[in-house]
């Protein structure tokens, strides 16, 4: 009788295990991280989370990253930092063609999640799927695809989950620096991307906050351990690549701002000479310098004070870009030398050598091509200080 009682307990014991091995495997969760593309906003690459049910056969990947065009007034509520994005659910095979079809490379981490641990996280992304939940703020640096998907598991998995960021966190990088390792290649919009976020971003990010990154999350799931449930365990149990294509080539296209802005500055040097030469301002290319500037420092001066943008606060571009610029550009324009444009030209040369001070102590990081456009401020204002009076009066006489 003791045989078989053993017998039978063990045999049961073997039915319970397998049970519950077949029901841990229903589930196959994976981060998915997507390459990069051509265009401006795929320049940082995306993450979304893929769900496979084994027991029905469904697999459907979870997107934070995601907007509806037709929401009202789109446009303005992009600019102004208030468009909703979502969370939208599509079949894996068709997220995939997607980007098969923009030759865009995908790579797979499938974690190694406890039955207790799948459920949990499914029924996560189902609750946030409903109408009412499935609409977030988007913040393109704390709230985005790929964040949303490294709160999620720290959710799931609470202290479990150990990220093992030491060597991360000896790398001293700023979010601007993070950025720019994707944009370098598009100098156009790696300088709108500085000329319009401000020096908060200019501060060193924690691992975690690197994670805003899908490439950087990737590299984080891959250090991740899950502990405490049992034995100690990566986070991410096997690793493939789906899709893979070929790096964009490096190099800057032959029109960038770099040589473009040093261009200008060596024209207006070659007018200042001229001018000083001639006894002549040529203050119409001055006219068109301040309200440029103007105009610029309006954009910058909305996106600080008018919108919900957290990372366009503090934006120091406007010592130089400032909006009162456009007044200037006005008096100058005047027939009759007003009394306060050599007082506001002195203005606009202090805040423009505050400018370079703010960049050389590391207050704010410049766009590197601004280097010249800023010596044609300093060279300008300084022409016309010395010699608006003078030079105005002789035009006149």
């Known amino acids: 009788m003791n045989f078989k009682f053993k017998i039978s307990l063990w045999f049961i014991s073997l039915v319970i295990m397998a049970l519950s091995g077949a029901q841990a495997q229903i589930y196959r969760i994976s981060l ?30 979870f997107n934070y990253g995601t907007f509806n065009f037709n929401t009202p007034n ?18 894996y095979a068709d997220f995939i063609a997607t980007y098969n079809a923009e030759r865009r490379g995908v790579r797979e981490q499938v974690l190694d999640l406890s039955y207790e641990q799948q459920q ?25 695809c790929a964040t949303r998907i490294r709160d999620a598991m720290d959710l799931v998995l609470g202290d479990d989950l150990v990220w093992n960021d030491q060597e991360a966190e000896s790398r001293e990088r700023t979010f601007r620096e993070l950025i720019d390792e994707y944009v370098l290649r598009i100098p156009w919009a790696d300088l709108g ?18 994670q805003f990154l899908p490439d950087y999350m990737e590299a984080s799931f891959a250090r991740a351990e899950i502990q405490g449930d049992g034995p100690s365990r990566p986070l ?14 490096e190099g ?22 001229l001018g000083y030469k001639r006894r002549r301002l040529f203050i119409g290319f001055d006219i068109g310098l301040f309200s440029f500037l103007g105009l610029l420092g309006l954009v910058v001066c ?14 120091w571009n406007m010592l130089w870009a400032f909006p009162g610029h456009l007044l200037l550009a006005i008096g100058l ?28 102590l590391g207050w704010q990081s410049f766009h590197p091509s601004l280097i010249p456009l800023m010596l044609v401020i300093i060279l300008r204002t300084n022409y016309l200080y010395y010699n608006i009076e003078k030079y105005k009066q002789l035009a006149s006489a």
């Open 120 to 144: 949990y996280m499914v029924e996560f992304l189902q609750v946030n799927y409903l109408p009412e939940r499935r609409y977030y703020r988007y913040d393109f640096f704390f709230d985005n």
């Open 236 to 249: 991410v149990k096997e690793t493939q690549v789906i899709l893979e294509f070929p790096k964009p080539a």
């Open 32 to 61: 998915l991280t997507c390459d990069p593309g051509e265009d401006l906003y795929m320049a940082f690459g995306h993450s979304a989370i893929r769900v496979l049910n084994r027991a029905d056969g469904t697999d459907y990947v």
């Open 193 to 210: 991307i500085d000329l319009a976020l401000g020096a908060v971003i200019d501060r060193d990010a924690t691992p975690q906050e690197e």
């Open 74 to 91: 789109f446009y303005g509520k992009f600019a102004g930092g208030k468009l909703d994005y979502m969370l939208s659910v599509s079949n």
């Open 302 to 315: 909305l996106l600080w004070f008018a919108t919900d943008h957290s990372a366009t606060k503090w934006n």
């Open 252 to 273: 800057l296209p032959a029109i960038n701002p770099y040589w473009i802005f040093w261009v200008v500055a060596i024209a207006f040097t070659l007018i200042t000479w």
């Open 333 to 360: 324009a005047s027939k009759n030398l007003k009394k306060w444009v050599r007082p506001y030209v002195l203005f606009a040369l202090i805040m423009a050598d505050a400018a370079v001070v703010f960049w050389i």
